[in-house]
């Protein structure tokens, strides 16, 4: 009866053990389909890039262009809170939504320029780093490819 008793419960033990096993590993393989720094920015609610660089004058733009290069000059921090969905972290190695606007990238790209713009209206409204990030996350996220 004690052997039984001992083998149900190693058996047990054993199951919840490689349950355990087969969740952590797929809880990371699936953080392994998305860029690293991605991960960090939505790992990490205060994630800031690190951006230092002047943002290039507006007036060197015309229109909506123009407005995101001029939202990227008032409120360059905030920029550097917003990870850029058009992924140019990975492929161009910006830090943030505000290395967009440090370059001429901003200018050939309508993802970096509506974020901008975005975040600009919702900072002018009073929403926090949060409230913005989680805005344009809704707005702008698409899966990597």
Request: proline share 4%; aromatic share 10%; net charge negative.
């Amino acid at each position: 009866m004690k052997k039984g008793i001992i083998l149900i419960a190693v058996l047990v033990i054993t199951g919840i053990t490689l349950i355990s096993c087969s969740k952590s590993k797929q809880a990371n393989e699936d953080s392994s389909k998305y860029p690293a720094t991605y991960v960090a920015y939505k790992n990490n609610p205060d994630w800031r890039g690190g951006e230092t660089n002047p943002i290039i004058s507006p007036d060197n733009f015309d229109g909506d262009i123009r407005e995101a290069y001029a939202s990227a000059a008032a409120v360059p921090d905030v920029l550097d809170h917003l990870y850029c969905y058009c992924y140019c972290a990975e492929h161009h190695g910006h830090k943030s939504l505000r290395t967009c606007f440090t370059d001429g990238h901003g200018s050939g790209c309508d993802i970096c320029v509506n974020e901008a713009r975005l975040a600009k209206k919702l900072h002018d409204k009073g929403y926090s780093i949060t409230q913005i990030r989680d805005e344009i996350d809704k707005e702008f996220y698409e899966p990597y490819n």
